[in-house]
């Protein structure tokens, strides 16, 4: 039984889930869909950003976006870090790189799924700010708030980012490096450095991810389990090396999942999230909007 | 080509493996070796499966724990509509195993990299949720069930369930030592150095890529099935448990994938390293010694345990046994 | 003067020596027992496991059992059911412990049943919900205050229905603990004709709850049973504040998994207010007994060093009891005898620090000691607020209750 007042709002709140699944994967469509890394870590970088946003929530009172962007710049160091390492080890070394990339990353998350448990302990945690737990009223739907403001801020990323790869000249150098790495050797561009500093800014985007991420819900160590399967979800069925792409994707999934738990019944909405990306993979490979 | 010799020595070490394992059976009194036993063969059996795919063919199956989920699920459903005893469990999870990964392979067949693995994860979520809002089998409630009375020779049935376990290592090796040593092996190693290659120089991958979903889906979710027996109870977040997909891996990129015996080593080194850990005080260590283990392989190591011990070790057609 | 106070001195000291290494000497009792340190029920685990720590160091410093040292033998399960198995079996088979306690919850203790029942040992429960239902093992002893399996639903339904509801809603999240409520839920509306107008489980990991929370909105109903598990539950109530959900609902709650955690509450702070939950123990005048006080004022401090729940409510002073239990059962017989020990356990009341115990024939308790309670009064940021009594107002059962339910929900959010 439902009715179409009911479909619209979940649609409507489809869409506002689905910017925020962006929010959170959008990082990852930089360092996977346009670097080929399999940063199956990803996820749990996003807990250690929640976790850094909590603290300074916690103890100092500071806002959870604020604090997001405030550690912005610590992840996009870290980010640098963790591509030198991952480049030596691995992308010089040769043909095999891919599977072990992907083990290399599950260790890096469990060793920091258990430095988070013995710094903070195995609880969950969560963020309060002053627009945690209030909703729009807009005609007979009312709006979370903080929903919203995952909204603003995905689109935010999302068109910063991609007005960013496409306008400046780090930009358009990133998505050349990802085209074709010989040709902008021969240029004279150091590609390794290119790539380091996408995967800088890949992090980077983490902080602020990270700070939807609590603020939508609360966190605990091992959540990053949890997002592993819905972030690659999404960047797969946008397609590699489309970051717009990848808005539109999440947006469609979380309607799908909105629509189907109305509809249907919430046991039920993973299970149609994933047979479509399935589906689309099977048909058209290159994701939605690929390359 | 092996040798006649070596395979010799190959089914000679595996009357004495088996033997060893009855014997016990017989002779130790004590419950608990059994229990660590058949939880440390699992893996091992878990491991050479998911490698024929993982290893051989560089197909990287996240989805271990649902082939596994899908097993020990067969086996509730028909233990609890038929009763039906504990080869007919195991038999007929071969069966939907390797159906199951009859429609993977189909699913993927244009997917390649990375695009499969995380197919294969999409596969496991749609299954498990499937399986959760399944009200015969309990669903998300969970099922206890109550096993039915052991046949002699064994007075345990956790001992019978070690044999059976022991059992399904080997069909599990002998199938992958098969395919290591046969035409399917090299064209699955073919495959996985360069697909493209591979195609053009008429090896038929796709029908080889279909040929290990098949296989390697069997062996796993036979390999699940006595876990319904063994737990006596079944629980979606148990039976679908990300740990299986997780440790397997690690199992065989540990151990190894160039050769059935690296699963074999990883699962006996991770396997036993985790039941010690299990049973001491401390609990995130076993977590953390995974996740160490993993980066330090796979950056120091990576052929795994048997690139360490014979590093000018290759896989070729005629290699060892 | 000073010689005999040194020598009396130096005989009190000669005769501890003796009586302590007396306890010393002697083999000490061995508990065993595995319990979840990491997964899903790690945060209970940890504090379940402090409670019992602190019963074992009260009952060592009176000089332990028997005249024997207890010490606890404890595995980590991983909040696993496949773990289990084998640990049950190392410490009966390997350790010879001489006393088990189960693990934390249904999953991992579930596994276990049919081994203790077929080697007849005695098992003292751990918050599991009608694990030996099933099972029919003569030697459990489940230490929570369940009691018979529908009292939950009931005693929700009971108060909703005072309160003038005629309709029931339900969500449940996909998980065995609430699936199992759920369908004692279902069972107790349909004994009452109390139609059920909205039925749905979702996932677990689902992180957002606006439109589920819309579609049961949408409903109408007059009575809202939830059965969720910490993280949702944290989702459940935010999403109820924000998108409300309608002026009808008389009673909302009833079993939300969380909402006993220190951490939860203090989360969710005044989101709290008017949702009425089951809970175990709550710091009311009612459920103060024989050395409650004293337990907490040692659980607080050894908590907050260890990152454990601060408050521990919900799990360790049944801890604690099992304890007590245990150790007034083998004072009692003088001995380790596992089928006296279940006799005497069977047959007697017990006094522990949550109250007087008695257990019905399948090992639960005779009586059902769920407390429904309503938060009220709830402010944000503040753990310490829960420590005083009148944050969460007991409404059942009858002699433990310290208030009335302030109905409609809406009314009571205030």
Redesign the interface.
């Known amino acids: 039984m439902?009715?179409m007042?009911?479909l619209l709002?979940?649609v409507v709140?489809?869409v506002l889930?689905g910017c925020?699944y962006a929010a959170v994967s959008v990082g990852l469509s930089v360092s996977?869909g346009l670097l080929d890394v399999?940063h199956v870590a990803h996820p749990a970088f996003l807990v250690v950003a929640s976790y850094g946003v909590f603290f300074l929530n916690d103890r100092y009172d500071i806002d959870p976006l604020l604090a997001g962007l405030m550690i912005t710049p610590l992840f996009f160091l870290v980010g640098l870090v963790a591509y030198r390492i991952y480049y030596e080890?691995f992308e010089r070394?040769g043909?095999?790189a891919?599977?072990?990339g992907?083990?290399?990353f599950?260790?890096?998350?469990?060793?920091i799924?258990?430095l988070i448990?013995?710094q903070?302990?195995?609880?969950?945690?969560?963020v309060?700010a002053s627009y945690?737990?209030?909703?729009w009223q807009f005609g007979e739907m009312?709006?979370?708030?903080?929903?919203l403001v995952a909204f603003a801020v995905a689109l935010g990323l999302t068109i910063l980012l991609a007005v960013y790869l496409s306008r400046t000249f780090t930009g358009r150098a990133i998505r050349a490096v990802a085209q074709d790495e010989e040709a902008l050797r021969l240029m004279g561009a150091n590609p390794v450095r290119i790539k380091q500093f996408a995967f800088g800014i890949a992090t980077a985007v983490l902080g602020i991810a990270g700070a939807l991420l609590i603020v939508?819900?609360?966190v605990?160590p091992?959540l990053d389990?949890?997002y592993?399967?819905r972030t690659?979800?999404v960047v797969?069925m946008a397609g590699l090396g489309s970051i717009t792409g990848t808005l539109a994707a999440a947006i469609i999934l979380g309607v799908a999942e909105?629509v189907v738990?109305?509809v249907f019944?919430?046991?039920?909405?993973?299970?149609v999230s994933?047979?479509m990306?399935?589906g689309v993979?099977?048909v058209r490979?290159q994701g939605l909007f690929g390359r | 080509m092996t040798t006649r010799r070596d395979s010799m020595v190959f089914w000679l070490g595996v009357i004495v493996f088996l033997a060893a394992v009855a014997a016990m059976t017989q002779i130790v009194r004590n419950e608990y070796p059994f229990f660590a036993g058949y939880v440390i063969l699992q893996f091992i059996a878990l491991a050479v499966a998911w490698s024929i795919l993982?290893g051989y063919a560089?197909y990287?199956n996240f989805g271990t724990n649902a082939f596994f989920g899908v097993g020990v699920y067969t086996a509730v459903a028909l233990f609890k509509a038929f009763g039906a005893p504990l080869a007919v469990q195991i038999a007929a999870a071969a069966v939907v195993g390797m159906l199951l990964g009859l429609a993977l392979g189909l699913?993927?067949?244009?997917?390649r990299?990375?695009?499969f693995?995380?197919?294969t994860?999409?596969?496991a979520?749609?299954i498990e949720?499937?399986v959760?809002?399944w009200r015969f089998v309990g669903g998300a409630a969970g099922i206890q069930l109550q096993r039915p009375a052991v046949m002699p020779p064994f007075d345990s049935y956790v001992k019978m369930l070690c044999f059976v376990q022991a059992l399904l290592v080997v069909i599990a090796v002998g199938t992958a030592r098969y395919i290591q040593n046969s035409r399917i092996g090299r064209g699955l190693q073919a495959l996985r150095?360069d697909e493209l290659a591979a195609e053009c120089t008429g090896v038929p991958t796709l029908r080889l890529k279909l040929l290990a979903c098949v296989i390697s889906g069997a062996l796993i979710s036979a390999a699940g099935a006595p876990a319904a027996m063994y737990l006596q109870y079944a629980d979606p977040s148990s039976a679908f448990n990300?740990n299986y997909s997780?440790s397997v891996?690690?199992m065989s990129?540990i151990g190894g994938?160039a050769h059935w015996i690296g699963p074999v080593l990883g699962a006996i080194v991770l396997g036993v390293t985790q039941q010690l850990l299990a049973v001491t005080i401390s609990s995130?260590v076993n977590?953390?010694v995974?996740?160490?283990?993993?980066?330090l392989f796979?950056?120091g190591a990576?052929k795994g345990i048997i690139g360490l011990l014979l590093p000018r070790y290759r896989l070729r057609a005629g290699g060892k046994p | 003067m000073k010689r005999r106070t040194f020598l009396g001195g130096a005989v009190a000291v000669a005769a501890l020596g003796r009586t302590s290494s007396a306890m010393a000497q002697q083999t000490p009792i061995r508990i065993g027992m595995s319990m979840a340190q990491?997964?899903?029920l790690?945060?209970g685990g940890?504090a379940a496991l402090l409670g019992i720590e602190v019963w074992r160091d009260d009952v060592n410093a009176k000089g332990g059992l028997l005249g024997r040292k207890v010490e606890l033998v404890v595995y980590d399960d991983k909040s696993s059911a496949s773990e289990t198995p084998a640990i049950y079996a190392k410490l009966v088979d390997v350790d010879k412990v001489d006393l088990l306690f189960a693990p934390y919850a249904t999953v991992p203790t579930a596994p276990i049943m049919p081994f203790v029942k077929q080697r007849g040992l005695l098992l003292m429960g751990n918050f599991s919900f009608q694990v030996n239902s099933k099972v029919g093992h003569d030697m459990w002893f489940n230490n929570a205050p369940w009691g018979p399996a529908d009292s939950w639903a009931s005693s929700f339904l009971d108060l909703g229905q005072k309160a003038g509801g005629k309709t029931m809603a339900l969500l449940s999240a996909?998980q065995e603990f609430a699936q199992n409520l759920a369908l004692t839920a279902r069972d107790v509306a349909k004994q009452r004709n109390i139609p059920v107008i909205f039925d749905?489980?979702?996932?677990p990991?689902?992180?957002?709850f606006?439109?589920?929370i819309?579609?049961l909105k949408?409903a109408k109903p007059d009575m809202v049973y939830i059965a969720s598990y910490?993280?949702d539950s944290?989702?459940i109530l935010?999403?109820v504040?924000?998108?409300?959900i309608g002026d009808g609902v008389r009673i909302f709650g009833g079993g939300m998994v969380g909402l006993q955690?220190?951490?939860?509450m203090s989360?969710l702070?005044s989101?709290l207010n008017g949702v009425v939950n089951y809970n175990t123990w709550l710091p009311e005048p009612s459920m103060y007994f024989d050395g409650t006080k004293t337990f907490f004022e040692t659980y607080t401090k050894r908590a907050v060093e260890a990152?454990?729940?601060p408050l521990g409510y919900y799990l360790a002073p049944f801890g604690y009891a099992m304890g007590q239990m245990v150790e007034a059962a083998v004072n009692a017989t003088r001995s380790l005898d596992h089928k006296g020990l279940a006799k005497y356990l069977r047959e007697n009341e017990h006094k522990t620090i949550v109250g007087l115990i008695a257990f019905a024939a399948d090992g639960e308790r005779k009586e059902s000691g769920t407390l429904q309670a309503q938060f009220r009064g709830v402010v944000?940021?503040d753990v310490e607020q829960f420590r005083v009594s009148g944050k969460q107002v007991i409404l059942f059962p009858e002699k433990l209750k310290t208030g009335d339910l302030i109905s409609p929900f809406e009314a009571a959010r205030k």
């Open positions: 439902f009715s007042d009911l709002g979940a709140l489809g889930l925020f996977f399999p080890t070394r043909s095999d891919a599977v072990r992907i083990a290399f599950f260790g890096v998350a469990f060793i799924e258990v448990i013995l903070f302990g195995v609880d969950q945690r969560s309060t945690i737990g209030k909703a009312r709006i979370p708030i903080r929903q939508v819900a609360p605990e091992t389990r949890a592993i399967g690659f979800c797969v909105t738990l109305t019944g919430a046991s039920w909405a993973p299970a994933f047979a990306l399935l993979l099977a490979p | 993982g560089g990287v699913l993927t067949l244009r997917m990299g990375i695009f693995s995380i197919a994860i999409a596969l979520i749609i949720t499937s959760m809002n150095d990300l997780v891996l690690a990129l994938t995130e977590v953390l995974l996740g160490i283990m993993l980066v796979v950056v990576p | 990491t997964g899903g790690a945060g940890k996909d749905q489980t979702y996932p990991n689902t992180v957002e606006s439109s589920i819309r579609a949408a910490p993280p944290a989702g935010r999403a504040n924000e998108i409300g955690f220190a951490a939860v989360n702070g989101l990152k454990v729940d944000d940021k």
